[in-house]
């Protein structure tokens, strides 16, 4: 792993809310601490009600993890474009996270620990 990237699994049950949707609960989350950067919870795809999201065309490099696709949640109310990221080949040093998905934090989307 990246010396300055730690990932373990999160501690206890999590949720991600939009739109007073609840997208996902899971207790099999983990956490990613990069640098003093604020610890980002990632949700496994499994977890995730994957017809709230629509992939779009965004695409954003992180030289520590790799190449993240972007998805717009999209539920009765509104649509939060691209707020909501995965890195599908993950470099190898952070492989654990492939096939999950992390949330940006905004006001339209809530990440938090039950």
């Known amino acids: 792993m990246a010396k300055h990237i730690t990932i373990r699994k999160a501690p206890g049950k999590w949720s991600v809310r ?21 610890p980002v919870i990632y949700f496994p795809r499994a977890d995730i009600a994957m017809a709230f999201l629509d992939r779009t065309d965004k695409v954003t490099h992180c030289p520590s993890k ?19 990221w995965s890195y599908e080949d993950p470099i190898a040093a952070v492989s654990s996270i492939k096939e999950y998905l992390a949330f940006y934090p905004m006001d339209s989307v809530k990440v938090e620990q039950l």
Do not use: M, P, R
Request: aromatic share 2%; charged share 25%.
């Open 66 to 84: 790799g190449d993240a696709t972007h998805f717009s949640i999209v539920n009765k109310s509104s649509v939060t474009e691209n707020a909501v």
């Open 18 to 38: 939009s739109g007073g949707a609840i997208l996902g609960e899971t207790t099999d989350a983990l956490e990613l601490v990069e640098g003093d950067k604020e």
